[in-house]
T-cell receptor
Framework: AQSVAQPEDQVNVAEGNPLTVKCTYS??????LFWYVQYPNRGLQFLLK??????LVKGSYGFEAEFNKSQTSFHLKKPSALVSDSALYFC??????????FGGGTRLMVKP | DAGVIQSPRHEVTEMGQEVTLRCKPI?????LFWYRQTMMRGLELLIY????????DSGMPEDRFSAKMPNASFSTLKIQPSEPRDSAVYFC????????????FGPGTRLTVL
């Protein structure tokens, strides 16, 4: 069965510092991996995805993610955090061809 | 592009009442998903349609929940009768033809059952 783990409920970082939000996955076959962001009282917004190819994927708002097959990880990163990046972040893996399983979410708090 | 549209945005009802949530997917998308989000259980997939046909409804919690997609531009999720434990945010998402992979989410409906 497929699963996604986000080991940190919350990540705190100072504005201007690099940030990392962790994600590990388990799925049969080649993984299709996604990151979404959710702002308060909003739906999930797509940030980036890994399907195949380069292990470093670039997405919206300056975010990027690194796929590591040996560690079954897909960590979200940004070189310099902004206060406006504060939100809830979800990692997801595609399974059964068309469906997504989401992790529990990580709340990112960027302090000025 | 208006994105995925959901209505109502907020719904407050009393236990035992019927609740109907509505979703309009992005035009041209052929897959539609209903999710439920709660603090305790996170994001759960309830049901998934492809070309208006329900493909997987294994996430529907019980018979009180039903979903329909009468055409490519409209879907409903109905709860009858509603219970307080159904209180959650319900999201609809749509996706283009297979191969594009990305699901796009609506703003959600916050349901409160008293």
């Amino acid at each position: 069965a497929q699963s996604v783990a986000q080991p940190e409920d919350q990540v705190n970082v100072a504005e201007g510092n690099p940030l990392t939000v962790k994600c590990t996955y388990s799925v049969s076959g080649n993984p299709y991996l996604f990151w979404y962001v959710q702002y308060p009282n909003r739906g999930l917004q797509f940030l980036l995805k890994y399907i195949t190819g380069d292990n470093l994927v670039k997405g919206s708002y300056g975010f990027e993610a690194e796929f590591n097959k040996s560690q079954t990880s897909f960590h979200l990163k940004k070189p310099s955090a902004l206060v406006s990046d504060s939100a809830l972040y979800f990692c997801a893996v595609r399974y059964a061809g068309n469906m997504l399983t989401f992790g529990g979410g990580t709340r990112l708090m960027v302090k000025p | 592009d208006a994105g995925v549209i959901q209505s109502p945005r907020h719904e407050v009802t009393e236990m035992g009442q019927e609740v109907t949530l509505r979703c309009k997917p992005i035009s041209g998308h052929n897959s539609l998903f209903w999710y439920r989000q709660t603090m305790m259980r996170g994001l759960e997939l309830l049901i998934y349609f492809n070309n208006n046909v329900p493909i997987d409804d294994s996430g529907m919690p019980e018979d009180r929940f039903s979903a329909k997609m009468p055409n490519a531009s409209f879907s409903t999720l109905k709860i009858q009768p509603s219970e307080p434990r159904d209180s959650a945010v319900y999201f609809c998402a749509s996706r283009g033809v297979i191969g594009t992979d990305t699901q796009y989410f609506g703003p959600g409906t916050r349901l409160t059952v008293l």
